[in-house]
């Protein structure tokens, strides 16, 4: 596609259960970006990817988190035995090596 | 590792108020800059990016940007506001420094625009 998609748009679920987020960035980024925006929170960075290297994985905030990225492509987030502080908007970001990142629509998480 | 400080948190202007934003990041080398825009409901865009060259570079919607290299800063400025520029701005920087070409965002400021 033209842009980074992300899937689900929404995603309502209990707290205790695991989710997973998808990210498909656009085609040849080899960076890959996951962020959190609670509101009023600004932006919250989670995990870098960048094509080859290990991830930078410092803003995870607790090992409930997780990600990874398939053959340099898709990302998938998944949070662990969610709970209501995991409420947010999830956003994935790609781009070139230090070029312009550009953003998706987000996944809207709402732990109940 | 690099940080991004915006200082103001939240701006109210009235329209055709002129808007200067600061942006400052941590320590030098070389860095690509950049500020985007996330209005109400919306996803980031770019406003505008510093690769090299020219330090005050123009944006979209009249916006512009001056890179001070010597006080590591990359304020976005506007001579007239209106109220179409009611959003959030966040300032990004990529450093070589540490060779990851990280993308590291300052906090945001949120900007009310008055009729």
């Known amino acids: 596609g033209a842009g980074v998609s992300q899937s689900p748009s929404n995603k309502v679920t209990e707290k205790g259960k695991d989710v997973e987020l998808r990210c498909d960035p656009i085609?040849?980024?080899?960076?890959l970006y996951w962020y959190r925006q609670s509101l009023g929170q600004g932006l919250e960075f989670l995990i870098y990817f960048q094509g080859n290297s290990a991830p930078d994985k410092s803003g995870l905030p607790s090992d409930r988190f997780s990600a990874e990225r398939t053959g340099g492509s898709v990302s998938t987030l998944t949070i662990q035995r969610t709970q209501q502080e995991d409420s947010a908007v999830y956003l994935c970001?790609?781009?070139?090596?230090?070029?312009?990142?550009?953003f998706g629509q987000g996944t809207r998480l709402t732990v109940v | 590792a690099q940080s991004v400080s915006q200082h103001n948190h939240h701006v109210i202007l009235s329209e055709a108020a002129s808007l200067e934003l600061g942006c400052n990041y941590s320590?030098?080398?070389?860095?690509?800059l950049f500020w985007y825009v996330q209005y109400p409901g919306q996803h980031l865009q770019l406003l505008l990016k510093?690769?090299?060259?020219?330090?005050l570079v123009k944006g979209i919607k009249g916006f512009e940007a001056e890179f001070i290299k010597s006080k590591f800063s990359f304020n976005l400025r506007k001579p007239s506001v209106q109220w179409s520029d009611t959003a959030e701005y966040f300032c990004a920087v990529t450093d070589s420094g540490a060779g990851s070409y990280q993308l590291t965002f300052g906090k945001g400021t949120k900007l009310s625009v008055i009729p």
């Open positions: 085609s040849g980024h080899t960076a």
């Open positions: 970001a790609s781009s070139l090596v230090g070029g312009e990142a550009f």
């Open positions: 510093y690769f090299s060259g020219d330090p």
């Open positions: 320590y030098g080398g070389t860095v690509n």
